[in-house]
């Protein structure tokens, strides 16, 4: 693969207020449950209360985190494949009954045993064991260039919570549809997006619409296509509350191969992505 570099990232500032509503649904299984978009598991803690109060016979904690996790998982999938891309997910205690996406699943071990080394495993066909640490998530990429986001929680005596965020196919550019960001127990959940020139050229722009309730910093990182695990560049923006343009150059010789935009916000916030696209 060609050299790539960055030569650029600009931040455009469009207007002062941004909106979360529009082309952000409510994922059709908590259609009747749920009246407003869900980014983070913290924002709706209380409403997952009300939905599920815990009565120590049927609903217990776990259960509660749980269907935050999946609310924010569900609502995650319905934009990624609204712009184009495959995106499973589950969430769940990871010691009984268990949680598994595809072939990926959790070990089920004892939540103390999990908090006492301080990670859960996650099992695979045909690769090796996977450690995911307590509260912080891991990103794995696979030889068949899916993409996986495992995330271990709330280790107690028995159960822990565990999410599966698997990637399968990518949306590409252009995109015109909202890709919210998600966060789960703290832990962010990027995007990704396959960026291919329209034609040959030995430089590309990636015009990335921003909508974000307050400034703040967005990691951004283009990785090879053929091989995700490698970054090619990598940079960190301020972005403005309200709407803005980020503008990301980059140049190869003698032609830009495509790339993989991994984008990822470092504080809590609601942010979404209103457009990717590819010049040429």
Request: proline share 9%; aromatic share 8%; charged share 25%.
């Amino acid at each position: 693969m060609p050299e790539v570099r960055l030569t650029s990232i600009d931040v455009k500032p469009i207007r002062d207020v941004a909106e979360f509503i529009k082309g952000l649904p409510v994922p059709l299984p908590f259609k009747d449950l749920l009246n407003i978009p869900v980014f983070n598991t913290e924002e709706i803690k209380d409403t997952v209360k009300k939905i599920a109060p815990i009565d120590g016979r049927e609903v217990v904690e776990w259960m509660q985190e749980a269907l935050a996790a999946n609310m924010v998982l569900f609502s995650l999938q319905n934009d990624i494949e609204n712009a184009g891309g495959v995106f499973r997910s589950g969430a769940g205690d990871g010691y009984s009954p268990g949680v598994r996406v595809g072939n990926l699943y959790f070990k089920s071990d004892r939540g103390t045993v999990v908090r006492r080394r301080g990670y859960a495993i996650v099992k695979g066909s045909n690769i090796p064991d996977i450690k995911v640490p307590i509260d912080t998530g891991k990103l794995v990429f696979f030889k068949n260039k899916m993409i996986a986001l495992l995330g271990a929680f709330k280790p107690r005596e028995l159960q822990f919570n565990g999410f599966i965020a698997l990637w399968e196919k990518l949306p590409k550019t252009p995109i015109n549809a909202r890709l919210r960001f998600g966060i789960i127990q703290k832990i962010p959940v990027p995007q990704f997006i396959h960026s291919s020139p329209r034609i040959p050229a030995p430089a590309v722009i990636n015009r990335i619409g921003i909508s974000s309730e307050k400034q703040q910093r967005i990691n951004i990182k283009g990785r090879r296509v053929d091989r995700p695990s490698e970054v090619i560049y990598e940079d960190t923006v301020t972005v403005p509350s309200g709407q803005s343009e980020v503008m990301v150059q980059t140049a190869s010789f003698p032609l830009m191969p495509p790339v993989i935009l991994q984008i990822t916000p470092e504080s809590p916030g609601k942010l979404t992505m209103d457009y990717v696209d590819t010049i040429p």
